[in-house]
């Protein structure tokens, strides 16, 4: 006979969807003693929870999930993209606006990277945006140390293999000359650790700045160093391919693309 399952989601699942780490994250969480149950301390992920149980991580009650929500962040360059560091550095959620609820990264960008960075408030969410078969394109401004010619770049346009690892082939394109740099910008659609610096270094050049622009349809556009912005649910929702009933749209009418008219998070309209 098949046993009924229990009834509510997974544990891992319910705080995903309440914003507090992606699953896997939430797993790790789990397996450190950092989640309560009613009371009691788990130490598995296999445990269905229901709207009754009371959630507590960290020694903080878990509420209601709020709805999905996202950000555009500039990340500054000499923070790291991480919820804690174990050698004391800033992370990107220390120097976030105080008004800004718990919120996870999608995706990274290394400590001296700088540029676009998207905050979500849903597991669910972030999980999306970083599957390998969303294949969002990713732009980056790149400044690099030399005088290359365009020639230089076909083993990045045709595919790298660095120490057994396979990188996808990149748009690349050979901007201008700056005196002894040259910028570029380059598209991927994959985001392994340090991917472009380590491509760049195989080819003999060194990257000496690197700005992420845009993913997929969000834009940098001119968010200053440190803003946050928050996209349109209606936006984030058409984008995304989300239910409308999962997302309920308080704002007004506007067109459906990644238009950043409010002011960011933390500052003033502009008269």
Not at 161 to 182: K, S, Y
Request: no cysteine; net charge positive.
């Amino acid at each position: 006979m098949n046993k009924t399952p229990p009834p509510g989601d997974r544990i891992a699942k319910v705080l995903a969807r309440a914003g507090i780490a992606s699953r896997r994250e939430a797993e790790r969480m789990i397996e450190a003693g950092r989640v309560a149950v009613n009371g009691k301390t788990i130490d598995s992920p296999a445990l269905n929870v229901t709207a009754k149980d009371k959630i507590v991580v960290d020694g903080k009650p878990v509420s209601e999930p709020e709805p999905s929500r996202l950000w555009l962040y500039h990340k500054p360059a000499g923070l790291v993209t991480t919820t804690r560091d174990e050698k004391g550095r800033d992370t990107i959620f220390d120097k976030l606006p105080d008004d800004i609820p718990r919120v996870m990264s999608v995706g990274r960008l290394d400590l001296n990277s700088e540029g676009l960075l998207l905050l979500t408030n849903d597991g669910g969410i972030k999980r999306k945006l970083e599957l390998p078969s969303t294949g969002w394109l990713r732009k980056y401004r790149v400044r690099i140390n030399g005088r290359p010619k365009d020639e230089n770049f076909e083993p990045l346009r045709k595919g790298l293999v660095i120490e057994g690892e396979r990188f996808q082939p990149m748009t690349v394109a050979l901007d201008r000359q700056q005196g002894a740099n040259a910028w570029l910008t380059i598209g991927l659609r994959e985001g392994k650790n340090r991917e472009i610096r380590r491509a760049i270094e195989d080819i003999g050049f060194t990257v000496n700045r690197l700005l992420r622009v845009s993913y997929g349809p969000f834009q940098l556009g001119d968010l200053k160093q440190g803003e946050v912005e928050e996209v349109r649910r209606r936006v984030m929702r058409d984008q995304l391919g989300l239910d409308s009933d999962a997302t309920p749209d308080a704002t007004p009418n506007r067109p459906s693309r990644p238009q950043r008219k409010r002011p960011p998070i933390g500052k003033k309209p502009r008269k």
